[in-house]
């Protein structure tokens, strides 16, 4: 094992919470220090992106089937709506005083760590250069004017995270959140594209030295101490099928004479609680440029929903679940078993953005489901590992095979 493997696997450990103990967090909150949860940058242009919440015809069963879906024509108006769908704001609560928003994207404790970049060349409607989406405002900020070597148009997106916003909170853990939240943001990348006729690639070949320097945050002087963002993944987003196959490593010639503009600013008035663990573990998890991998996946076969609704509206209504009723009438079995189904990899979102056979299997605590006993239930979600699963666990399990 490498020395960084073996790094991040002592950050696994001693980040666990114990029957008898919690991981090392904060010993309480100092809710005026909390971090802005709207990341800006200062001295930059800002192009308004127009108006969200056009509904779109696509349904949310059609996405099962993504290749029947007609492209849209890319515009300002197209591609706010992708990022609205995927990062923008779905909702305002408010209680008392406090007033917070809900976003499309899903986030541990709210805290939203992901931030979103586009990489482009698109002259008709988006200058060439780094662009920084601010989601409060539904805008771009021009972080850098850049000059590609050719007119072929081209958008990336790239996604990195504040490891301050959730450690304020969450303490030495803040790496694990922040890469589960990474996960939704791809997913939710995923299913906004798909809406549009579009499809995402993830480019896991890129290097983070590279995405740092591309998105303009290896510049430590443009962000305020322990606020940095630490670079996560590139996506290439396509439109058409016609679109240029312009590669990640074309990237680095249209930074050589690059311009870059403005200063992140900052998200607290002080940081009484610093988690250098967290520092470490994320140099350790830096990764090196690697081999083009992609994992082709089978069609979907799924039932249609009870409730199938426009996916926009769906997907702007999303919630995170707050309590239950237990007066209410049992799940359908048919509804679980497509809740399940979705699950599973196949061609749709979002595992069409995913580049990797499963290694993560579901383990449910399954109540009140019409038709099922309740009890412990495991989905493998890859016929290929149940042995080893079953290895894995007590030997005192009986093994059932519920269809």
Same mark, same amino acid.
Not at 104 to 115: I, M
Not at 310 to 327: G, H, N, T, V, Y
């Given at each position: 094992?490498?020395?960084?493997?073996?790094?991040?696997?002592?950050?696994?450990?001693?980040?666990?919470?114990?029957?008898?103990?919690?991981?090392?967090?904060?010993?309480?909150?100092?809710?005026?220090?909390?971090?802005?949860?709207?990341?800006?940058?200062?001295?930059?242009?800002?192009?308004?992106?127009?108006?969200?919440?056009?509904?779109?015809?696509?349904?949310?069963?059609?996405?099962?089937?993504?290749?029947?879906?007609?492209?849209?024509?890319?515009?300002?108006?197209?591609?706010?709506?992708?990022?609205?769908?995927?990062?923008?704001?779905?909702?305002?609560?408010?209680?008392?005083?406090?007033?917070?928003?809900?976003?499309?994207?899903?986030?541990?404790?709210?805290?939203?760590?992901?931030?979103?970049?586009?990489?482009?060349?698109?002259?008709?409607?988006?200058?060439?250069?780094?662009?920084?989406?601010?989601?409060?405002?539904?805008?771009?900020?021009?972080?850098?004017?850049?000059?590609?070597?050719?007119?072929?148009?081209?958008?990336?997106?790239?996604?990195?995270?504040?490891?301050?916003?959730?450690a304020w909170k969450y303490g030495e853990r803040a790496f694990r959140y922040c $890469?589960?939240?990474?996960?939704?943001?791809?997913?939710?990348?995923?299913?906004? &594209? =798909? !809406? +549009?006729?579009? #499809?995402?690639?993830?480019?896991?070949?890129?290097?983070?030295?590279?995405?740092?320097?591309?998105?303009?945050?290896?510049?430590?002087?443009?962000?305020?101490?322990?606020?940095?963002?630490?670079?996560?993944?590139?996506?290439?987003?396509?439109?058409?099928?016609?679109?240029?196959?312009?590669?990640?490593?074309?990237?680095?010639?249209?930074?050589?004479?690059?311009?870059?503009?403005?200063?992140?600013?900052?998200?607290?008035?002080?940081?009484?609680?610093?988690?250098?663990?967290?520092?470490?573990?994320?140099?350790?998890?830096?990764?090196?440029?690697?081999?083009?991998?992609?994992?082709?996946?089978?069609?979907?076969?799924?039932?249609?929903?009870?409730?199938?609704?426009?996916?926009?509206?769906?997907?702007?209504?999303?919630?995170?679940?707050?309590?239950?009723?237990? $007066?209410?009438?049992?799940?359908?079995?048919?509804?679980?078993?497509?809740?399940? &189904? =979705? !699950? +599973?990899?196949? #061609?749709?979102?979002?595992?069409?953005?995913?580049?990797?056979?499963?290694?993560?299997?579901?383990?449910?605590?399954?109540?009140?489901?019409?038709?099922l006993e309740s009890g412990l239930y495991l989905i493998p979600r890859d016929a290929?590992?149940?042995?080893?699963?079953?290895?894995?666990?007590?030997?005192?399990?009986?093994?059932?095979?519920?269809?």
């Amino acid at each position: 094992m490498s020395n960084a493997a073996a790094a991040v696997l002592r950050y696994h450990q001693r980040t666990k919470h114990h029957f008898n103990a919690y991981a090392k967090g904060p010993d309480s909150l100092r809710w005026e220090d909390q971090p802005h949860p709207f990341r800006r940058f200062l001295d930059c242009e800002t192009l308004e992106l127009p108006t969200p919440g056009t509904e779109l015809t696509v349904l949310f069963a059609d996405l099962d089937r993504p290749e029947t879906i007609a492209p849209q024509p890319l515009s300002l108006q197209t591609l706010g709506l992708l990022l609205e769908l995927s990062f923008g704001l779905s909702a305002w609560k408010q209680y008392g005083s406090d007033r917070w928003a809900l976003r499309c994207n899903p986030s541990s404790g709210n805290l939203h760590p992901t931030e979103a970049y586009l990489i482009c060349n698109a002259p008709d409607w988006l200058q060439p250069g780094v662009y920084h989406y601010v989601s409060h405002d539904h805008s771009l900020e021009r972080r850098c004017r850049f000059f590609p070597p050719a007119d072929t148009p081209f958008i990336y997106v790239g996604l990195s995270s504040i490891h301050w916003r959730e450690a304020w909170k969450y303490g030495e853990r803040a790496f694990r959140y922040c $890469q589960h939240d990474i996960g939704h943001a791809l997913a939710a990348l995923s299913y906004a &594209a =798909a !809406t +549009l006729g579009w #499809h995402i690639e993830l480019l896991s070949e890129t290097a983070d030295n590279d995405l740092a320097a591309w998105l303009g945050l290896d510049r430590a002087e443009d962000f305020v101490e322990h606020e940095a963002e630490t670079p996560d993944l590139l996506c290439r987003l396509w439109f058409t099928s016609s679109l240029s196959t312009c590669q990640p490593t074309d990237l680095s010639p249209c930074f050589a004479n690059a311009e870059w503009y403005g200063k992140a600013a900052s998200l607290s008035a002080q940081h009484l609680q610093h988690w250098p663990i967290i520092d470490d573990v994320a140099r350790h998890a830096q990764k090196p440029a690697t081999a083009l991998e992609r994992w082709s996946f089978p069609p979907s076969d799924l039932h249609s929903p009870r409730h199938n609704l426009p996916a926009s509206q769906l997907i702007r209504q999303r919630r995170s679940a707050q309590r239950f009723d237990s $007066q209410a009438e049992p799940l359908p079995l048919a509804d679980f078993h497509r809740i399940l &189904a =979705a !699950t +599973l990899p196949g #061609h749709k979102p979002p595992f069409s953005a995913w580049n990797w056979r499963p290694h993560v299997h579901l383990i449910l605590f399954v109540h009140r489901v019409a038709g099922l006993e309740s009890g412990l239930y495991l989905i493998p979600r890859d016929a290929d590992d149940i042995e080893a699963l079953r290895q894995a666990f007590s030997a005192d399990f009986t093994w059932q095979s519920i269809t």
